[in-house]
Each structure stands twice: as C-alpha cells, then as structure tokens.
C-alpha cells in the first residue's frame, strides 16, 4: 500500500537546490514552505524566480516564503537544505522550535570539517529524538526547478523516506527508496571530492584518458570506504553513488569539477572557497573525508591528494605524480 504523502513540507535553505525541491514539491501539489535569510531574495522567489542562484527559471506561484524560523518549524517534514558546514548552527537554532518527533530530512552533501561526521551523523547527534533521512542522487538544481526529468534516492527510516518519496514524486521527479542511509550519505559527500580531482585532471590538460582512471579508481576509493563503514555496495552502485559521481566529475555545470579546474589552472583553494563564488561542497569535505578513511584504517590516495592540494600543502605539478608513482599492484 503507497504511503500517504506529507502535505505541509518546510525546506531551509533559499539556494539553488532548496528553491528547486521547494519547486518540485510545489509541482506534486503539497504546501510549501520556503525559508531563508534574505528578505530580498524571498520576495524575488514568491514572485516567480529565484534570480541569484537560478536565474531566468520559472517557479510555481504557491511557493510560501518566510525568513522565521519558527514558521518554517510548523512543517510536518523539515527539509535542511542549508550547506553541510553550515547545518550544525541551523538546527542549533531550529531544534527548540520543533514539535517532538518531527522528521529531518537532508539534501547537504557533506562530511562535517570538524568532526568527521556523515550529514545524518551530524543531524542525529545536534536534534536526538527526531527521525532523519536523508536524500540525493545526480541531480543539478536547475534542471530539477526546470522540470527536467530526474531520478534521485531517499534514505531513512522506512515510513518517513516512502511518505517523502509520495510527497516529491511528479511525472519528472522519480525518487527511490533505500534504508542504507550511511551509502547515500557517503556516496553524496565523496563525489564532490572526486569531482574536484577529475577537474583538476581538466585543468591541467591531462587528457580524458587521464579522467578516466581517476574516475574509475575514485570510485574503488569510495566503494572500500563504504564496506568499511557499512554501506551496501549495490547502493554505492547506485544513484547516490556512481551515478552521482559520473554526473559530478564529468560535467561543466557542476561546480566542483569547476572548482578543480580553476585549481588544476592554478587558483588556490583559498581563493575558490572565498565569497562571492560558487559554493564548491568538496573543498570543505575532502580533509574529512581523508580524516574519516584514515580512522576507519582505509587507503584513498585520490581523497588524500585533493586534500593535501587544497589545504596548499601538495604542489600541482606533484599531485598526479604522487599518485602515478604510487606502488604497482593489482586493480
């Protein structure tokens, strides 16, 4: 029997990917509460566009808009749509507006610098008593608002992640479902650290074939974290993991292989991470999750790399040589 769809759902987070999923939601028919901390942008989205992060979209008119916390807090699913290194001070201030019990739901893509903690780790541990789920998969936000045909992942528990599967599904959304919650978060936060390395690869004119292994030895990377951590490996195989990882590391519209170019080119990570560009997941997630492999007694050489070069400890001209000259083995 189809699990009975949430009707009032709140996303935090007026970015690109909280303005898309509020887009979609609003598309299926729920009610949609958006919220975010720019009056100005708020009052652009209710109009019908969301002109800094999605520009010349069209949104549904029956987007609500709140820049209230306590507002946002009445949905009966919360959406955290905020960056990953920024969702730990979100619920600091949300989880004393929750009514008990209420569902979180994260769309972040992240390992936590600080602590080491996948996004549902993170969650779990900041707003204790609150089921969470989590959702991701190849999905660009501008195609999603767009309405362009996408297929993504819900984890969680199993009520929670089939009544959110109901609530977002339309004609060109398609979520799945899954209760391996530690492979979709995983698989979500390690692509954009193999993004940023096949960008860099980019970059600095190595050629596709160059991209090609990195790509294929990124994902053997992530596939030995995960066992060591518990994930299944079919849902690393899946869309939160490879197929995310494919979109990720192979496209000009993902602003991490962005961020790898413009690093394999020559900028500093430093410069990439400041205001004013796009926000770039991997350069904060790629020392903790360097630091979570080397907890969990797993080698991933390509993380390594990406973190050592962004923290400006690896020259570039000695990145790729590292890892070419690395101990001949079996694949």
């Not at 999923?21 to 901390?37: D, E, F, N, Q, S």
């Not at 074939?209 to 518990?230: M, P, Q, T, V, W």
């Not at 869309?239 to 995310?244: E, N, Q, T």
Request: one cysteine or more; aromatic letters at 4%; proline letters at 6%.
């Amino acid at each position: 029997m189809a699990e009975e769809a949430y009707s009032h759902i709140a996303i935090l987070g007026a970015g690109a990917w909280g303005t898309a999923l509020a887009a979609v939601a609003a598309r299926a028919g729920r009610r949609v509460t958006l919220w975010g901390r720019d009056g100005g942008l708020l009052v652009d989205i209710s109009g019908g566009e969301n002109p800094k992060y999605l520009p010349g979209v069209e949104l549904p008119e029956d987007i609500s808009v709140t820049s209230s916390l306590a507002v946002a807090a009445g949905g009966e699913i919360i959406v955290l749509a905020a960056p990953a290194q920024g969702t730990r001070a979100l619920l600091a201030q949300l989880k004393p507006l929750l009514p008990a019990g209420t569902p979180l739901a994260i769309s972040a893509k992240g390992i936590e610098q600080d602590s080491g903690k996948l996004m549902p780790e993170l969650v779990a541990e900041a707003a204790p008593g609150h089921p969470v789920a989590i959702l991701s998969g190849p999905s660009f936000a501008r195609e999603v608002a767009a309405g362009l045909p996408t297929a993504i992942t819900i984890a969680g528990p199993n009520e929670i992640a089939a009544r959110l599967q109901a609530t977002l599904s339309t004609p060109s959304f398609r979520p799945y479902v899954s209760d391996d919650v530690v492979g979709v978060a995983l698989g979500g936060a390690a692509k954009n650290v193999y993004a940023i390395a096949c960008g860099v690869v980019e970059g600095m004119g190595l050629g596709e074939n160059a991209r090609a292994a990195l790509l294929a030895r990124s994902f053997a990377e992530l596939a030995r974290l995960g066992e060591a951590l518990g994930a299944r490996r079919e849902t690393l195989m899946g869309l939160s993991g490879l197929g995310d990882l494919v979109l990720s590391a192979t496209s000009n519209s993902s602003r991490n292989f962005a961020a790898g170019v413009e690093l394999g080119r020559g900028k500093s990570a430093t410069v990439l991470a400041a205001p004013g560009h796009a926000l770039a997941e991997g350069l904060a997630t790629a020392p903790a999750l360097a630091a979570r492999a080397k907890t969990a007694g797993v080698e991933m050489p390509i993380a390594e790399a990406m973190a050592d070069l962004i923290a400006g400890t690896l020259p570039l001209a000695e990145a790729m040589a590292r890892l070419m000259s690395r101990k001949l083995t079996a694949e």
